[in-house]
């Protein structure tokens, strides 16, 4: 299986219809990968809270079209990474009065919504997003033809919960689009690799490069094996990181290693 994940510079002197045309050409670039992967909230930045409310657009909205459209002229499937989602506020409202999400959109080759995920866990304590944006509720998976993909999303990262509930629902492959800072960047490479290890699944984390309302982001978007290797990392700016894996291989290590058939918190009546 061929990932290409797309570390997006999210710079405030491009424009996002600017960038988001950009970035459709990128992904259109990505002709002959099975899957490509974009960052979080890469038409606005992730901190970039301030943003939030006047570049929120509908689930179906301008950046719907441009992935759903570079997804089918690319035949890739495509993890779009997230926009910030404005919904209606109630039955017969119209799109755009309501609260807003991180929400994620995941394409098929034929340009067809295969998922879109809300972000569960908010990011600011008492500020910008955790105040800003509303939590989802639901765990999400997608099944690609090589492999069952679970969706998280940046700050899911330090959950290790939330995965556990991904692997449950069958994934293989965990892919976490990120607006990472800069300052946390030995978490992120921690993370991921933990997050693989513990799981005994592929990680495919993509972040944002260049600087997000004046915080530096971290880059150095990473590919992690079921054993915890690093199979590819990028450095700190714009770039594409292109891996290949066999998605094969977390059965073969599942069986080799089968840890996860021990587990007894959390799967109800201890064993004794």
């Not at 988001?20 to 974009?38: C, H, I, K, Y």
């Not at 989802?136 to 939330?162: H, I, K, N, S």
Request: hydrophobic letters at 45%; one cysteine or more.
């Amino acid at each position: 299986m061929r990932a290409s994940l797309l570390q997006i510079d999210v710079n405030e002197g491009e424009s996002v219809e600017s960038r988001r045309l950009r970035v459709a050409s990128l992904v259109r670039e990505q002709a002959g990968a099975d899957l490509v992967v974009l960052p979080e909230l890469w038409t606005t930045g992730a901190f970039a809270y301030e943003d939030f409310g006047s570049e929120a657009e509908p689930l179906e909205g301008p950046t719907y079209d441009a992935m759903a459209k570079a997804a089918s002229d690319a035949g890739v499937w495509l993890h779009a990474g997230s926009i910030p989602e404005r919904t209606a506020s109630g039955s017969g409202s119209a799109a755009g009065d309501g609260p807003l999400y991180n929400t994620s959109l995941v394409f098929s080759p034929s340009g067809d919504l295969a998922a879109a995920y809300r972000k569960i866990h908010r990011f600011g304590f008492d500020k910008g997003e955790a105040v800003l944006m509303g939590a989802g509720q639901e765990l999400v998976t997608v099944r690609l033809p090589a492999t069952t993909m679970g969706v998280a999303t940046c700050y899911d990262l330090r959950f290790p919960e939330l995965f556990r509930g991904l692997v449950d629902a069958g994934a293989e492959t965990l892919v976490v689009p990120a607006g990472w800072p800069e300052r946390r960047r030995a978490h992120w490479t921690l993370l991921a690799q933990a997050r693989a290890v513990e799981n005994q699944a592929f990680v495919l984390a993509c972040g944002t490069a260049g600087t997000h309302a004046g915080v530096p982001q971290a880059g150095h978007s990473i590919v992690v094996d079921p054993w915890g290797e690093v199979l590819a990392q990028a450095g700190a700016g714009e770039q594409v990181l292109t891996v290949e894996f066999d998605p094969g291989k977390v059965a073969v290590t599942r069986e080799q290693f089968p840890a996860l058939k021990d587990r007894v918190l959390g799967l109800g009546t201890p064993r004794r």
